[in-house]
């Protein structure tokens, strides 16, 4: 690679890696492993920089790629579940009160236990659809599947989220929402 | 929970974000790095095979199977590769490593995917293919040459050869074992010379997703090779 291309890479890399983090960590509900996703998407994305810089849509190849490293993590045996019990890890947000912080630990909570129960594709469909805000046509072109299959994937995941918030995880996110 | 509510969920969750946990400056140096060094193994792995024919040539000593005995002793290679001068350039790639490498890797490895790019990397003045499974620590990597070259390369640990054998006149065919070391997983080369025309290595850099048998790389060099007619 040329000097100017990885200097754009660089560039790129600085500025795309906490969105993409971001999306890692709704799709995994952990920081640590979202840091890990990430690192992974930059390492994969080094090689085809000089082609993708052609087409013009780093971004979405990007997101592309982080959703594959999280499939193929789901995938993996020895793959170690963690559930999580409401622990607040150490925001950079000082500002935030405590009952604030709290408020979020329980939203945060009750989010994650609902979208553990998804299958790993459904949960991808909702991440992209409702936090990146992706239409049918982008998350399609996303995750590889048809448009049809999006929709489906959709209602289906709003409907199992339905089924599996119980009563208080869904007082929780009313009461912060 | 409607749609209107998970969209403020979700974005609320990702508030308060801790902060980033690596520098992506330091991973892509370290991407960098790792390919250079990929890269150098790759190509010091094949002038080490042109050590190895040249003693044989000069040496007299005819290949011999490692393995079960289930065919006839073969033959050495009739038209050995003779060691050149270091910096005698190598000759062009008989094949085109584009077309041929990739469907068999997928024939041959139906359940592994490779980088999701078309990151097969081929280098015109190495002839270099390269297929990473993204933490460069699983791969395959085609290196392909033809003409006289070499020049000597020492690896430690010494590799065990499990098949050596001519497959046709003037071939010989070679899969060699790597054992684990520095925390990478085991390596299998497969080395295909047929004198001055084709010096083939394929190097499968295995572990938990790709699994690859001594066998399993002596047949892809094999088709490999074959292609180069």
């Known amino acids: ?177 | 929970v409607n749609e209107k509510q998970l969209t403020e969920s979700m974005s609320l969750a990702a508030l308060d974000e801790p902060p980033l946990g690596f520098d992506p400056d330091t991973v892509i140096d370290q991407v960098i790095r790792r390919r250079r060094r990929t890269v150098l193994v790759a190509s010091s792995g094949t002038t080490a095979v042109l050590v190895a024919v040249a003693a044989v040539a000069f040496g007299g000593m005819g290949p011999q199977r490692l393995g079960p005995a289930t065919s006839p002793a073969p033959s050495p290679p009739s038209n050995p590769l003779v060691v050149g001068d270091p910096d005698m350039s190598p000759g062009p790639c008989p094949l085109s490593m584009p077309e041929v490498v990739p469907p068999l890797l997928a024939e041959h490895f139906p359940d592994v995917e490779f980088d999701p790019v078309p990151e097969p990397y081929t280098d015109p003045k190495s002839q270099l293919w390269l297929n990473l499974l993204g933490d460069n620590q699983q791969f395959v990597d085609v290196t392909c040459r033809s003409g006289p070259t070499g020049s000597e390369t020492h690896h430690t640990p010494k590799p065990e050869t499990v098949i050596d054998e001519s497959p046709e006149p003037g071939a010989r065919l070679r899969v060699l074992v790597y054992e684990s070391f520095e925390n990478r997983p085991p390596q299998i080369i497969g080395k295909w010379t047929q004198g001055e025309r084709l010096t083939l290595q394929v190097s499968v850099n295995g572990g938990d997703t790709l699994v690859a048998t001594p066998e399993k790389v002596a047949a892809l060099t094999t088709e490999i090779a074959e292609a180069a007619r």
């Not at chain 1, 040329?2 to 790129?12: A, G, I, T, V």
């Not at chain 1, 492993?33 to 013009?56: F, H, P, V």
């Not at chain 1, 849509?57 to 963690?82: H, N, T």
């Open chain 1, 1 to 177: 690679m040329r000097k100017s291309d990885e200097n754009r890479f660089r560039e790129f890399a600085r500025e795309q890696s906490p969105v993409l983090r971001r999306t890692g960590y709704l799709l995994c509900g952990d920081w640590h492993l979202a840091d890990d996703l990430t690192q992974q998407t930059l390492i994969k994305l080094y090689g085809a920089w000089t082609r993708l810089e052609c087409s013009a849509k780093p971004v979405s190849y990007a997101r592309k790629v982080m959703l594959r490293c999280w499939l193929d993590e789901r995938r993996r045996r020895w793959r170690q579940v963690e559930r999580r019990d409401g622990e607040v890890p150490d925001g950079a947000d000082q500002a935030m009160s405590p009952a604030d912080r709290q408020e979020l630990a329980t939203l945060r909570t009750a989010l994650f236990r609902s979208l553990d129960e998804l299958a790993p594709r459904q949960r991808a469909v909702l991440v992209l659809r409702f936090f990146e805000s992706l239409s049918v046509t982008e998350t399609a072109d996303a995750l590889g599947c048809t448009e049809g299959t999006v929709k489906s994937q959709t209602s289906r995941g709003l409907a199992a989220l339905r089924t599996v918030i119980d009563g208080e995880s869904a007082d929780a996110m009313k009461e912060f929402l």
